[in-house]
T-cell receptor
Framework: QSALTQPASVSGSPGQSITISCTGTSSDAGGYNYVSWYQQYPGKAPKLVIFDVSNRPSGVSNRFSGSKSGNTASLTISGLQAEDEADYYC???????????FGTGTKVTVL | EVLLVESGGGLVQPGGSLRLSCGASGFTFSTYWMSWVRQAAGKGLQWVANIKQDGSEKYYVDSVKGRFTISRDNAKNSLFLQMNSLRAEDTAVYYCARVRCSSTSCFGDYWGQGTLVVAPS
């Protein structure tokens, strides 16, 4: 099972919106509503920010939103803030015995 | 507060063994699937293994099948990963994660801080 494809880096100025894509196949990211997104600061554990494509866990800012079209899922961060500078990973349940696959990761830089 | 604390990492020679532990608190451990996920330095996340609430189902990424064994002790709120025949490519920070299941899918909703495993080449 290959990793899902994400852009290596995305940048934006404070207040802007950015979108991170996550491209897979119909058996993972494109399949149903199995996509989640994680935020990770250097040296820290990942934190769940989106599950089931577009749902936010309690306590996560509503500046984070998710969507999916075809085999591509997306994470949008609106009103970009300095604290959003981190690595972001998508994740998808594959439905096979290899249960999960992560994306390649995207480094978000706030200019 | 959900808390996951990994331990047991360290330096091990290639071909050696190591047993990782993850202590859980702040939730009813026996009612959740649990996962191990790893991350090599400067690299992305890689799911390693999952175990069902009662330990009756276990799943592994292909690269560790036959070498790693995930297990749990619900009486002690603990998750384990027995790693045998370690290779240089197993060098990574290993995270344990609680798996939450919605009506649609399952995903890691809480993660520990990780424990470092080094198997030098």
């Amino acid at each position: 099972q290959s990793a899902l494809t994400q852009p290596a880096s995305v940048s934006g100025s404070p207040g802007q919106s950015i979108t991170i894509s996550c491209t897979g196949t119909s058996s993972d990211a494109g399949g149903y509503n199995y996509v989640s997104w994680y935020q990770q600061y250097p040296g820290k554990a990942p934190k769940l920010v989106i599950f089931d494509v577009s749902n936010r866990p309690s306590g996560v800012s509503n500046r984070f939103s998710g969507s999916k079209s075809g085999n591509t899922a997306s994470l949008t961060i609106s009103g970009l803030q300095a604290e959003d500078e981190a690595d972001y990973y998508c994740n998808s349940y594959t439905g096979s015995n290899t249960l999960y696959v992560f994306g390649t990761g995207t480094k978000v830089t706030v200019l | 507060e959900v808390l996951l604390v990994e331990s047991g990492g360290g330096l091990v020679q290639p071909g050696g063994s190591l047993r990782l532990s993850c202590g859980a608190s702040g939730f009813t451990f026996s009612t959740y699937w649990m996962s191990w996920v790893r991350q090599a330095a400067g690299k992305g996340l890689q799911w390693v293994a999952n175990i069902k609430q009662d330990g009756s189902e276990k799943y592994y990424v292909d690269s560790v099948k036959g070498r790693f064994t995930i297990s749990r002790d619900n009486a002690k709120n603990s998750l384990f990963l027995q790693m045998n025949s370690l290779r240089a490519e197993d060098t990574a920070v290993y995270y344990c994660a609680r798996v939450r299941c919605s009506s649609t899918s399952c995903f890691g909703d809480y993660w520990g801080q990780g424990t470092l495993v080094v198997a030098p080449s």
